[in-house]
C-alpha cells in the first residue's frame, strides 16, 4: 500500500482538538466514536491514538488501530503510530499496523529517522528473542549498518583483579508497589540474571580503526557510507556531502557520545578514555564534540587535565586516519584498579572540598529541576524525608566536583530513577541506595542501569518499583510508604 503524497493536512476537527489541548482525553475519544470512520483524518489519527492510550480507552484504542491499518498514511505518520503503540506495550497491534504498508521499511529520506525510531520501539516491546532478532536485522539493514573491525589498539588498560566491594556483593532488594509492579519484579530479576552473565565475560579490548569518519553525534562511517557506530540514527545526507571537505586528522581517541546524558558519559565515554590516560600513554587529540555538555569537558579537567589540553572540537564531519576507541562496556568497571588513574583524581578533589551547611549524610537527589518524567507530589516526598532527616538537593545547582563531594557524604542515598545516580560509580562502597522508579514495559534493561553500578561499586541497593503509564510521563509516587521502606533501611 503506497503512502499518500506529503500534502499539508487539513486540521482535525475544532472540537475534537480543543478536547485534546485541553488535557480531557476521555472526552475527546468519546466524541472520536461519534464521528463517521471517514471524518477522521491521518492528523486526527494520530492524535486520537495518544489520547486513546493516555485515557486507557480500550474502544476508541480500538478505533484507531483499525483505521491505522486500512488507511492510506504518509511514512512518518504510521512511524509514530507504530512507536506509540509498541511504547505502550501493544507489539502485535503495532506489527499489524506495520504490515498493512509492505513498502513501509522503505521510507524516503525525510521519514527514514522516524521509521528506524519505530522498529527500535518495537524491538523493546517484542516478546521473544526471534523477533528481535528479526527487527534488529531490518534495523541494520535501513541503517547500512557494517560490523565494527576488530583490530586492537597498541595501547591497552592492565589487567587488574576485581575490586573487593565487587567481590563481596549485597544482594538486589526488590519493593514492588502493587501487581502490575510485580511484572516489572520479574523483568528486573532477569535483567540481574543477565547481568551477572556478562560479568564473567573478558574485559573488551581498545580497538583501532583506519580510514574512518567521525560527527559530532558520535557516528562513525567509511568511505562507503556504512555506519560502524550510530546511536540508531541514519548517516543524513549533509554528513555525507561534507565528506570530501572534512578536516583530516591523522590519529585520535574517540570520545564521541551522541547521547549528551550523563548517565551515559560518566558511565561508559569517560571511562573508555582510561587507556588513553595511562602514564606515558601518546599525546594523541581527544575528539570531543565542539557542541558538548559542559560536563564533559568539566569532568575531564578534574580526572586528567593533560587530556582536556588535547581536546579537539569535531563538528559536522572529520576524517581520522587511525582512530583508538576504549571500551564502554560498563561489566568492564568490576576491575576498579585499571581506572583509578582516571576517577582517583576526580574522587581527592570531591573529597577536599569543605562540607556544605546543609549537608548531611542522608540524602535525597530531587528532580524538581527537570522537566522529564515529572513526579507530581516530590514536595511532599521531600517534606516526609526531610522529617527523617534527609537534606534535599538538585544537583544542577551545584557543581561537578561538588555534587561528587555530597554524593560521597552520604551514607544513604534516595531518588527517583534519573542521570544524577550516575554518581553511584563515585560513592563510597557500600552506600545504601533507595531508588524510586516509574518503570515501563520495554524500558527495564535501561531503568536497570543504577542497580548494575550498584553492584560493580558494592553498595546496598533498593528499587522501589512503580509500575508506570505507557504513555503518560507525569507520576505520583506512595510518599507514607516509601518514607516507611527508607526508615526500614536506616535501621
Not at 589487567?159 to 519484579?185: C, K, N, T, W, Y
Not at 558520535?218 to 556531502?241: S, T, Y
Not at 595511562?278 to 594523541?284: E, Q, T, Y
Amino acid at each position: 500500500m503506497a503512502a499518500p503524497p506529503n500534502v499539508a493536512e487539513p486540521p482535525p476537527p475544532t472540537e475534537f482538538a480543543a478536547l485534546v489541548a485541553a488535557g480531557r482525553m476521555q472526552a475527546a475519544c468519546d466524541l472520536a466514536l461519534t464521528l463517521p470512520r471517514h471524518a477522521i483524518d491521518q492528523h486526527m489519527l494520530r492524535m486520537l491514538m495518544n489520547a486513546s492510550l493516555a485515557a486507557d480507552h480500550a474502544r476508541a484504542r480500538h478505533l484507531a488501530i483499525g483505521l491505522a491499518v486500512e488507511m492510506r498514511l504518509a511514512h512518518g505518520v504510521r512511524a509514530v503510530i507504530v512507536q506509540r503503540l509498541a511504547d505502550a506495550g501493544l507489539d502485535e497491534e503495532a506489527q499489524a499496523v506495520i504490515l498493512a504498508d509492505p513498502g513501509f521499511p522503505n521510507a524516503p529520506q525525510h521519514a527514514k529517522q522516524k521509521v528506524v525510531n519505530a522498529y527500535v520501539s518495537l524491538a523493546r516491546a517484542v516478546r521473544t528473542p526471534l523477533q528481535r532478532q528479526a527487527i534488529h536485522a531490518a534495523i541494520r539493514r535501513m541503517l547500512n549498518r557494517a560490523p565494527m573491525p576488530a583490530e586492537r589498539s597498541p595501547l591497552q588498560l592492565p589487567q587488574m583483579a576485581a575490586s573487593a566491594e565487587f567481590l563481596a556483593p549485597h544482594p538486589l532488594v526488590l519493593i514492588p508497589a502493587g501487581p502490575d509492579a510485580e511484572r516489572d519484579a520479574d523483568q528486573f530479576r532477569e535483567q540481574a540474571s543477565a547481568f551477572e552473565t556478562q560479568l564473567r565475560a573478558p574485559t573488551a579490548q581498545a580497538i583501532l580503526l583506519h580510514d574512518v569518519y567521525v560527527s559530532r553525534s558520535g557516528e562513525i562511517w567509511d568511505a562507503q557510507g556504512r555506519l560502524l557506530r550510530d546511536n540508531w540514527r541514519i548517516l543524513p545526507p549533509e554528513r555525507r556531502d561534507a565528506m570530501a571537505d572534512a578536516p583530516v586528522i591523522d590519529e585520535a581517541v574517540d570520545a564521541l557520545d551522541g547521547t549528551r546524558n550523563f548517565f551515559h558519559w560518566m558511565t561508559e565515554t569517560l571511562p573508555s578514555l582510561a587507556f588513553a590516560a595511562l602514564p606515558g600513554a601518546p599525546d594523541w587529540p581527544v575528539l570531543l564534540a565542539e557542541d558538548a555538555p559542559g560536563f564533559a569537558a568539566a569532568s575531564l579537567a578534574m580526572v586528567a587535565p593533560a587530556l582536556a589540553a588535547r581536546v579537539r572540537p569535531v563538528g559536522e564531519v572529520a576524517f581520522v586516519r587511525r582512530l583508538h576507541l576504549g571500551s564502554r562496556r560498563a561489566s568492564d568497571l568490576r576491575f576498579w584498579g585499571a581506572y583509578d588513574h582516571l576517577f582517583g583524581p576526580m574522587i581527592a578533589h570531591a573529597d577536599a572540598l569543605p562540607p556544605g551547611p546543609d549537608d548531611s549524610d542522608l540524602l535525597y537527589i530531587s528532580r524538581r529541576d527537570s522537566a522529564l518524567r515529572p513526579m507530581l507530589n516530590e514536595a511532599v516526598l521531600e517534606a516526609a524525608l526531610a522529617r527523617l532527616g534527609f537534606s534535599a538537593v538538585t544537583l544542577s545547582s551545584l557543581s561537578l566536583a561538588e555534587q561528587i563531594s555530597r554524593v560521597r557524604r552520604a551514607r544513604m542515598i534516595v531518588a527517583p530513577h534519573g542521570a544524577g545516580l550516575a554518581h553511584l560509580l563515585l560513592a563510597r562502597p557500600g552506600t545504601q541506595v533507595l531508588e524510586i522508579t516509574n518503570s515501563r514495559d520495554g524500558f527495564h534493561h535501561l531503568t536497570f542501569g543504577m542497580a548494575r553500578l550498584s553492584r560493580l561499586r558494592g553498595h546496598r541497593h533498593t528499587i522501589w518499583l512503580q509500575h508506570g503509564h505507557p504513555t503518560v510521563a507525569a507520576w505520583s509516587v506512595r510518599v507514607p510508604a516509601i518514607v516507611a521502606a527508607a526508615r526500614a533501611m536506616l535501621g
